[in-house]
């Protein structure tokens, strides 16, 4: 019997990098919903531009959502799909009752820095289990996000 799965990988580190995914999927939608209650939330005088960047940046995040659960898939395990576990898994937590522009502003950042935490942790892991398919996500994750911060900053002044 073999110790690699249907794309090649040795299936130890196949399951620990599903396992790490499956912690960047709980936070992927964890933030996700942030996002979605800064859209429908934000208020101030900043309104329009924010309630619109914010639409961009969950539909985004809705399909990078779908790509991490695929590629758990792709490594031949199973994407956790509960809000409960996503809640028990997440780092980022829920953000309840922002409507500030700025506050939300703030939270998207500190969404976007966590992600990107996470997914350096996979990339690492990924380049070690010679995963190009994961490290090439991760990598492409890291570098729009690392833009999109600049961008947030720029824009906090």
């Known amino acids: 019997m073999s110790d690699t799965n249907a794309i090649g990988l040795h299936e130890a580190s196949a399951s620990q ?15 996700y919903m942030n996002v979605r209650g800064y859209h429908w939330n ?14 961009e940046f969950y539909t985004d995040l809705l399909t990078k959502i779908d790509e991490v659960a695929e590629r758990i898939l792709t490594l031949g395990h199973k994407p956790v799909h509960a809000y409960s576990d996503y809640v028990e ?5 829920e953000d309840k009752n922002v409507h500030d ?17 996470l997914q350096r942790e996979i ?3 990924a380049s ?3 995963d190009e398919g994961t490290a090439a996500q991760a990598s492409d994750y890291i570098r729009e996000q690392e833009k999109t911060i600049w961008m947030l900053n720029a824009y906090l002044g």
């Open 128 to 130: 070690d289990a010679d």
């Open 42 to 55: 934000v208020k101030g005088p900043n309104f329009f531009e924010l309630h619109a960047k914010f639409e």
């Open 89 to 93: 898994l997440a780092s980022i937590r």
């Open 123 to 125: 990339l690492s892991l």
């Open 17 to 31: 990098l599903a396992e790490q995914l499956n912690a960047l999927l709980a936070n992927y939608q964890i933030f």
């Open 101 to 117: 522009g700025e506050a939300c502003v703030r939270g998207v950042i500190k969404g976007y820095q966590a992600l990107i935490e």
